[in-house]
């Protein structure tokens, strides 16, 4: 199979910032694995439900054709996706990098293997901004 890349996400009001790092992690493996983050633990991280339905969400990641395999992310620990997908690489926005989280998951990558690559982070548009604008709608 080649090396075997995992893009975990929300991938909540789907826009450009998932599309990059969903584009450049394809250049970067032979394998592409889109983990979707299931509401409950989106809402445990972000203390609010995703807007779009996590089933939905698989959909339109899944109709892109950017990548090989979407699966459920069903952790908020990453290096626990690892035991269940055996990645490579795993690819984040690089507003992880430097962070407790990010460090933590470098080194156990590193402890089996694998490693964190990062990609710039799309400032001009994110979920977090979308959703403040609808909600400053209603």
């Given at each position: 199979?080649?090396?075997?890349?995992?893009?975990?996400?929300?991938?909540?009001?789907?826009?450009?910032?998932?599309?990059?790092?969903?584009?450049?992690?394809?250049?970067?493996?032979?394998?592409?694995?889109?983990?979707?983050?299931?509401?409950?633990?989106?809402?445990?991280i972000?203390?609010?439900?995703?807007?779009?339905?996590?089933?939905?969400?698989?959909?339109?990641?899944?109709?892109?054709?950017?990548?090989d395999?979407?699966?459920?992310?069903?952790?908020?620990?990453?290096?626990?996706?690892?035991?269940?997908?055996?990645?490579?690489?795993?690819?984040?926005?690089?507003?992880?990098?430097?962070?407790?989280?990010?460090t933590?998951?470098?080194?156990?990558?590193?402890?089996?293997?694998?490693?964190?690559?990062?990609?710039?982070?799309?400032?001009?548009?994110?979920?977090?901004?979308?959703?403040?604008?609808?909600?400053?709608?209603?």
């Open positions: 199979m080649g090396r075997v890349g995992y893009a975990p996400g929300v991938y909540d009001m789907f826009h450009i910032g998932h599309l990059n790092i969903l584009r450049r992690a394809r250049e970067h493996c032979d394998h592409l694995i889109a983990g979707v983050v299931e509401d409950d633990v989106v809402t445990r972000k203390g609010r439900p995703p807007v779009v339905p996590h089933d939905e969400r698989m959909e339109v990641v899944r109709a892109l054709g950017l990548v395999e979407v699966v459920s992310d069903w952790s908020s620990d990453k290096f626990e996706m690892w035991k269940q997908l055996r990645y490579d690489v795993l690819f984040k926005g690089d507003d992880w990098k430097g962070t407790e989280k990010g933590r998951l470098e080194r156990l990558l590193g402890e089996v293997g694998a490693q964190v690559h990062y990609f710039p982070y799309t400032a001009s548009t994110s979920s977090t901004d979308l959703r403040r604008l609808l909600e400053g709608l209603s």
